[in-house]
């Protein structure tokens, strides 16, 4: 089984690079590393790639990519990293990680500030009860608040205080995203497979962690909420765009399109699905 990372071009709405992560023969090497996509993300400046859980050797860690001269840029051993996300204004990478996965040692969970050209230390700070298993963090433009998703709540942590500031229960479990001024929060629901496709809705809060109005998604063909998995804030933070479908079946849903589905975040109203094709061969899309 294969496995790609896409690059896709907006302007000419096509694909403008394939990047080999798995072939059916094993993984290829990038400078000493082996890629892998999950979580992952861009660089504010677009330019390069954060890959968590690469291998160097048997090292598990982060990696920072160069995806124009496919060259690892960076690398920072982690034994697991749950989740990331930037510090817009702060030049840092915020991430989840577990820091002792040693045998007979308890597994303990930090935050950690990386710089990102380097992956070098700017803060840690560990995580005690009540985080209830940390998976994911996202910061808008005040670096020193950062949103903690966990596997039963949403917090919002202060660094300046080393407390937490504000929580509420999560509904369901799904990504996490922030808009660009910091104002807004969205939360997927990506059901609980292989037993049912989610509430096919997106959960939105105040920066204070109010929760705001729910959107409903349209219906898969097949009549089953969609399953969501990836959510991104458009750059001027008026559309959030939220990837949905899968090619998985489970016992009580089948294989959903892929799709781009729109959500006008003034209104908190759904505005248009984006088909983007059959899994394992995506199509331009009609972007406008």
């Not at 920072?64 to 749950?82: Q, S």
């Not at 080393?162 to 479990?173: G, K, L, M, T």
């Not at 808009?179 to 807004?184: A, I, K």
């Amino acid at each position: 089984m294969g496995r790609e990372l896409l690059v896709l071009d907006l302007g000419s709405r096509s694909v403008r690079q394939r990047i080999t992560l798995m072939t059916p023969a094993g993984q290829p090497v990038y400078d000493g590393v082996k890629l892998w996509a999950e979580p992952l993300a861009v660089t504010p400046d677009g330019a390069r790639l954060l890959l968590a859980n690469s291998f160097r050797n048997d090292t598990v860690g982060l990696a920072l990519f160069d995806p124009a001269a496919l060259r690892v840029r960076a690398f920072r051993p982690f034994p697991d990293v749950l989740g990331f996300g930037f510090v817009p204004s702060g030049g840092a990478l915020a991430a989840i990680v577990q820091t002792s996965r040693e045998p007979g040692q308890l597994i303990s969970t930090s935050l950690v500030l990386l710089d990102i050209a380097s992956l070098a230390t700017i803060d840690s700070i560990a995580l005690p009860r009540p985080f209830d298993n940390p998976i994911q963090v996202v910061s808008g433009p005040n670096p020193d608040l950062l949103f903690i998703g966990s596997w039963s709540r949403f917090f919002a942590y202060s660094r300046v205080e080393r407390q937490v500031v504000a929580s509420v229960i999560r509904p369901a479990i799904g990504d996490l995203a922030i808009s660009p001024d910091g104002q807004l929060l969205a939360a997927g629901d990506m059901g609980t497979w292989p037993d049912d496709p989610g509430t096919g809705k997106v959960f939105f809060y105040s920066k204070d962690l109010i929760p705001l109005q729910d959107v409903d998604l349209p219906k898969s063909p097949n009549g089953q909420p969609l399953t969501t998995t990836r959510l991104a804030f458009s750059l001027d933070g008026r559309r959030l765009l939220v990837s949905a479908g899968t090619p998985s079946t489970g016992p009580l849903f089948g294989p959903q399109p892929a799709q781009v589905l729109v959500i006008d975040t003034g209104t908190l109203q759904f505005v248009r699905a984006i088909p983007l094709g059959d899994w394992g061969a995506p199509i331009p899309f009609p972007l406008r």
